[in-house]
T-cell receptor, first 113, second 115 residues
Framework: GNSVTQMEGPVTLSEEAFLTINCTYT??????LFWYVQYPGEGLQLLLK?????DKGSNKGFEATYRKETTSFHLEKGSVQVSDSAVYFC????????????FGKGTMLLVSP | KAGVTQTPRYLIKTRGQQVTLSCSPI?????VSWYQQTPGQGLQFLFE???????NKGNFPGRFSGRQFSNSRSEMNVSTLELGDSALYLC??????????????FGPGTRLTVT
C-alpha cells in the first residue's frame, strides 16, 4: 500500500535559519505530492503541491521538488520566521479522479526569535 | 466565500455511546472526505462522499459510518464508542472539477474525547 515517511520532530530553529524537512514515499504509479501545514487549533492548509516528476512546488518561500528516482519530496525554506512555527505534513494522492490523501506523521517546527 | 465548517468543535462522550459529527463543505463543492487525527496514528482516511454516494473508504471498522445529503453536507457517525476513538476528526471538501489533483480544503475539526 501507499505510505509516507517524514522526519520526526520537533525541529527547532532560530529565525532566519535554513529549513529542510525530509519526506519519502512509497506508492504505485505516479502519485501527486503535497505539503500541508497545520497551525495550532486549526485545520490543514495546502502549502504546495507537485503532480509529476521534477516538478517544483513553491509558496510563501517554501519549496519542494518531486524526485521520482529517490521517491522524495523534501520541504525547504531559505529563511524561516517565527510565524512558520506549525506542524507540517507530507502527503500523496495516487487515485486519479479521487481526492484521498495518505499522510506522513507530521513534523513540528518551532522557530525562536 | 465561507470555508468548511464543522460542528460541534468539541465533544465529550462516554464509552459505549454513539456520536454524530457534521460537516458543511464550501459552497459548490461536491466531494467531502473525513479523516481521523490521533497522536499515535497520525492522519488516517475514513471515507469520501461524492453526490450522496460513498466513493472511497479507508480501513476502519463498521462502527464508523457516514452519509452525504443533497446539499453536500455530510455527517459521520461512530457507534459504540471506544476510548481509542478519542481524536480530532477533520472534514475536507473539494470541487472535483478541472485538473487533477483536486485541492482539498479542510475544516477546523471536531475534537472528540471518549471517557
Amino acid at each position: 500500500g501507499n505510505s509516507v515517511t517524514q522526519m520526526e520532530g520537533p525541529v527547532t530553529l532560530s529565525e532566519e535559519a535554513f529549513l529542510t524537512i525530509n519526506c519519502t514515499y512509497t506508492a504505485t504509479g505516479y502519485p501527486s505530492l503535497f505539503w500541508y501545514v497545520q497551525y495550532p487549533g486549526e485545520g490543514l492548509q495546502l502549502l504546495l503541491k507537485a503532480t509529476k516528476a521534477d516538478d517544483k512546488g513553491s509558496n510563501k518561500g517554501f519549496e519542494a521538488t518531486y524526485r521520482k528516482e529517490t521517491t522524495s519530496f523534501h520541504l525547504e525554506k531559505g529563511s524561516v520566521q517565527v510565524s512558520d512555527s506549525a506542524v507540517y505534513f507530507c502527503a500523496l494522492s495516487d487515485q486519479k479522479g479521487y481526492s484521498t490523501l495518505t499522510f506522513g506523521k507530521g513534523t513540528m517546527l518551532l522557530v525562536s526569535p | 466565500k465561507a470555508g468548511v465548517t464543522q460542528t460541534p468543535r468539541y465533544l465529550i462522550k462516554t464509552r459505549g455511546q454513539q456520536v454524530t459529527l457534521s460537516c458543511s463543505p464550501i459552497s459548490g463543492h461536491r466531494s467531502v472526505s473525513w479523516y481521523q487525527q490521533t497522536p499515535g496514528q497520525g492522519l488516517q482516511f475514513l471515507f469520501e462522499y461524492f453526490s450522496e454516494t460513498q466513493r472511497n473508504k479507508g480501513n476502519f471498522p463498521g462502527r464508523f459510518s457516514g452519509r452525504q445529503f443533497s446539499n453536500s453536507r455530510s455527517e459521520m457517525n461512530v457507534s459504540t464508542l471506544e476510548l481509542g476513538d478519542s481524536a480530532l476528526y477533520l472534514c475536507a471538501s473539494s470541487f472535483d472539477r478541472g485538473s487533477f489533483p483536486y485541492e482539498q480544503y479542510f475544516g477546523p475539526g471536531t475534537r472528540l474525547t471518549v471517557t
